[in-house]
């Protein structure tokens, strides 16, 4: 059986980081697939997760727009919002990842690699309960407005650093 | 490249159904957890709980629910995980459910996510998000899907463990 879904890179940081990012990222694959595991703040809350990607360096331009929709501890209504023309994307905006309630997120690079459409990237988060204002679920689909191959991606909470033990993983999915 | 996203065991409901579906002796040799779950309730009750290590303890969520029309968000200090289709849902007719469990073989607590649907041929249907957290520091090595009041899987119903490597 062809092996469909690959790791290709990790990072467990061994010190508090302020982003993380993944380069020269072969296009080989159909789609990608960006794991959270036990990503927390250094110090603080955080106010959103952030992410940008580009070919060769990442895209700082206001090329990104998202819609967002969730829930959090503070109300118990659910919300939806929309940003357009931003500098990133994102993968968690009304959740806030802390020093104690950790994040989790699978972000979907959907057909990353071609050179002719702008690039969806779909977004699953959750915070863990705990928190009285910032825990909660997330799902945000992100548009990238370019139609270059995406080989390099960042991902950084707004301000401030993640901690000591956060682990993102990089898989590749091929569809044969 | 190594193989990194394995069937780990799969259970399948046989006639007369089953109380619960638990997955036990999990290895340790993997970075996640991901159960995908085909199922539905012989009765009305069709809320699932979770169990990891048969541990029924220590467990809190936050739920996004749409229901077709509204959505609505909930939280509680239990191991609720979803809901699935009960027997009051259009016949033949199985929910899909899916748990992600990070990093569950660490010592750190066990952060975990639901993506969910309550299939229905009627206006009215159901969708999940759920953000969870087990605060236990042990490794997982069982997981268990139940209903806490009188329902029982239906026959037909799988679940599938997989393992995924990150190297």
Do not use: C
Not at chain 1, 4 to 33: Q, R
Not at chain 1, 142 to 158: C, D, E, Y
Not at chain 2, 16 to 35: C, E, K, M, N, R
Not at chain 2, 124 to 149: D, M, P, R, V
């Amino acid at each position: 059986m062809p092996i469909t879904y690959e790791p290709i890179a990790t990072t467990t940081l061994g010190s508090a980081a302020a982003d993380v990012t993944f380069s020269s990222i072969s296009g080989s694959y159909t789609d990608l697939i960006l794991s959270f595991s036990n990503v927390k703040m250094a110090s603080g809350t955080d106010t959103a997760i952030n992410f940008q990607v580009g070919n060769g360096s990442v895209d700082t331009g206001s090329n990104y727009s998202f819609t967002i929709m969730g829930a959090r501890s503070a109300s118990s209504t659910p919300f939806s919002n929309r940003l357009d023309n931003t500098t990133t994307g994102r993968s968690n905006w009304y959740t806030s990842i802390t020093t104690s309630q950790a994040g989790i997120s699978l972000m979907h690079f959907m057909n990353y690699s071609n050179t002719t459409t702008y690039k969806t990237i779909l977004t699953n988060s959750r915070v863990d309960p705990g928190d009285a204002n910032y825990s909660g679920v997330e799902t945000i689909v992100n548009l990238w407005r370019s139609t270059s191959a995406i080989n390099t991606i960042k991902v950084m909470p707004n301000s401030g650093n993640f901690a000591t033990g956060s682990m993102f993983t990089l898989y590749g999915i091929k569809s044969a | 490249m190594a193989n990194t996203y394995e069937a780990i065991a799969t259970v399948t409901v046989g006639s007369g159904g089953a109380a619960d579906i638990t997955f036990s002796s999990i290895p340790a040799t993997y970075t996640d957890l991901i159960v995908k779950l085909s199922g539905r309730s012989t009765t009305s009750d069709a809320d699932m709980y979770i169990a990891f290590n048969s541990n029924t303890s220590n467990y809190s969520r936050r739920v996004l629910r749409g229901n077709g029309s509204a959505a609505s968000s909930t939280s509680g200090s239990d191991r609720y995980v979803g809901t699935i289709d009960s027997s009051g849902e259009t016949a033949s007719t199985f929910g899909n459910w899916e748990i992600y469990v990070p990093n569950y073989a660490g010592s750190n607590n066990k952060s975990y996510s639901i993506d969910s649907v309550e299939e229905n041929n009627a206006t009215q249907a159901f969708q999940y998000f759920i953000a969870g957290l087990w605060s236990n520091t042990s490794a997982i090595t069982s997981l268990k899907l139940e209903f806490i009041a009188a329902g029982t899987f239906a026959q037909y119903s799988t679940a599938t463990l997989y393992g995924i490597k990150n190297s």
